[in-house]
């Protein structure tokens, strides 16, 4: 009970996260006041979709992002109502009602506290990075087909397959009689913020595409489906929802839920650190904060919750660097729910169907999955069969089996790559030259065997350690297979050592794996910058030049 007890303290808020909150206060608010205006359009249109209305989203964004604020793992973490998150809830809702979505992200919220005990947050960065794209494309194109009824102004089909939904929408949008208004009002929110973005990315043009659509609408007196009335306060907190004799049947679905939840959650995470400096999140204890926001928005009538990748990114861009700012973001949209939610009610739904069509667009990033398509054709099978089961099926069974593909697939390519070498005593490896070269300011790193998902994340952390060295070396010749994830794992390494000041040279890459590191850009932009050798002692000719290029080394180190 002492060691629980211990370890349920280092999960909650620490001294450290209030004197990061001190740093910049500034800068926090006004990046929690961007999110918030960029968050608005996105609660209310994905608080739509899930069936639970309007409403339950604003409520998930402002219960569920203040609590994972205060309680998440990470400094720049912004959590509310997601796309992904509303795929997996559509089929609850039709299935149980509204009242079994709530009792649904209770128990996840729960699931998500009891991972965080017992230290489950360090496995999710094992995820390949195929799988990650794979859901991702399924994701938006599940999102995509959802709105379709609304984008088209008739009533949604009755099923649970959304791609045969959206052709019954079609059909009935052809038999009915065309309702341009609606298609005209969704395309014009589409086209606009997809230009925008282009055009001025820092501008929140899905808030200004959503005003411009409901003027219009008021001022010619359309006649499109509205969002309808909002509570201007949040509802007093309730368990009246709770069907105790129901959970069995639910158990299922609040596992996919807080799955989902800590995927999505550890994902975004892991993505706000790469784009900051210095930042670094706690997994377990983000999951503990996700918990908690999921057990608490329930109560105030919200959806399940999870961190947002495309707010979160919103935020790092404002310059936030506490939690200060993602709590900033949920009492903004508080304040709006009292302020003006008159005015939130008249916004026509198709406006709201535009927003997350343009949402579900975006989410495709077309370079990096032509970049991993490239790489191996094992990487590729992996994100399509990924995105297929996405569509097909749900996203929980879509990560279980683009899994399972990538780990027969490694073993796979383990099995061809295993050989015998009788490899020579390479003299670069004895203590006293490691120790010259460690005094010289420099350090080299063999890598041996295969550099996939899992060994690739090791390989980074222990990277990220390096510490008073100025040229590091990463000798290639022993690595007997790699992929896609491991190449940009290997990218990720690099440019964090090269943001620190440190010089990156690579020596000895096999002929078999410049297809893969080529294919994601690693090689030309080194290769341009005379950082690519044959082998190591080149390597570490040209490293001692540099230094005593740069004053490092004094000169007779490089003659020695």
């Not at 997601?82 to 992200?105: D, R």
């Not at 009891?114 to 990075?129: E, M, T, W």
């Not at 929110?189 to 925008?196: D, N």
């Not at 297809?515 to 000719?541: H, K, Y």
Request: with cysteine; hydrophobic share 60%; glycine share 10%.
């Amino acid at each position: 009970m002492r060691a629980l007890g211990a370890r349920l303290v280092g999960l909650l808020p620490a001294r450290a996260d209030l004197d990061a909150v001190r740093r910049q206060p500034r800068r926090d608010l006004v990046a929690g006041v961007t999110v918030a205006i960029v968050a608005l359009p996105l609660a209310l249109g994905f608080g739509v979709s899930s069936g639970l209305g309007a409403a339950a989203g604003l409520a998930t964004a402002v219960v569920a992002g203040a609590l994972a604020a205060v309680f998440g793992g990470s400094n720049l973490q912004v959590s509310g109502p997601t796309g992904a998150m509303t795929v997996v809830l559509v089929p609850i809702v039709a299935a149980h009602g509204p009242g079994g979505v709530l009792t649904v992200g209770l128990l996840a919220g729960l699931l998500l506290m009891g991972l965080a005990v017992v230290g489950a947050g360090r496995y999710v960065r094992y995820v390949p990075a195929p799988v990650v794209e794979g859901f991702t494309v399924g994701i938006a194109a599940v999102i995509f087909l959802q709105q379709v009824p609304a984008a088209l102004g008739v009533p949604t089909p009755e099923g649970d397959r959304v791609a045969v939904v959206a052709a019954r929408a079609a059909v009935e949008f052809v038999r009915l009689g065309p309702h341009w208004v609606a298609l005209a009002l969704a395309v014009g929110v589409v086209a606009v913020m997809l230009a925008g973005a282009r055009w001025r990315p820092t501008v929140p043009f899905s808030l200004l595409a959503i005003v411009a659509a409901t003027l219009v609408a008021e001022a010619v007196r359309l006649d499109v489906p509205r969002i309808g009335a909002l509570p201007s306060t949040l509802p007093a907190p309730s368990l009246a929802f709770l069907d105790v004799s129901a959970i069995p049947a639910l158990a299922g679905s609040a596992l996919a839920v807080a799955a989902l939840a800590a995927l999505e959650s550890l994902l975004s995470a892991t993505v706000a650190d790469g784009m900051s400096v210095g930042q670094r999140h706690d997994p377990d204890r983000e999951l503990f904060g996700q918990g908690v926001a999921n057990v608490a928005a329930p109560m105030f009538g919200g959806v399940p919750a999870t961190a947002a990748i495309a707010r979160t990114a919103v935020n790092v861009r404002s310059g936030a660097g506490s939690r200060l700012a993602a709590l900033t973001h949920a009492l903004v949209l508080a304040a709006i729910m009292v302020a003006v939610a008159p005015l939130v009610a008249r916004i026509p739904i198709a406006a709201l169907a535009g927003v997350l069509l343009a949402t579900a667009i975006r989410m495709i990033e077309v370079g990096s999955l032509c970049a991993l398509a490239r790489a191996t054709r094992s990487d590729a099978a992996i994100m399509v069969l990924t995105a297929l089961i996405t569509l097909t099926f749900d996203l929980v069974t879509a990560v279980l089996a683009g899994l399972a593909a990538a780990v027969v697939l490694a073993v796979r390519k383990i099995a061809r790559s295993v050989r015998v070498d009788q490899v020579p005593l390479d003299t670069g490896d004895h203590r006293a030259e490691e120790a010259a070269l460690l005094a010289e300011h420099i350090v080299a790193y063999r890598l041996d065997g295969p550099l996939f998902f899992a060994a690739a994340h090791r390989f980074l952390l222990e990277l990220s350690e390096v510490a008073d060295v100025r040229v590091v070396i990463l000798r290639m010749s022993r690595v007997s297979a790699i992929d896609g994830t491991g190449a940009l794992v290997l990218r990720d390494a690099i440019e964090r050592l090269e943001h620190r000041g440190i010089v990156v040279h690579l020596s000895g890459i096999r002929p078999e794996h410049r297809r893969t590191l080529a294919a994601l850009g690693i090689l030309e932009r080194l290769t341009a910058a005379g950082r690519v050798f044959p082998d190591t002692p080149a390597a570490i000719v040209a490293a001692r030049a540099l230094l005593h290029h740069v004053g490092v080394l004094p000169a007779e180190t490089r003659a020695g």
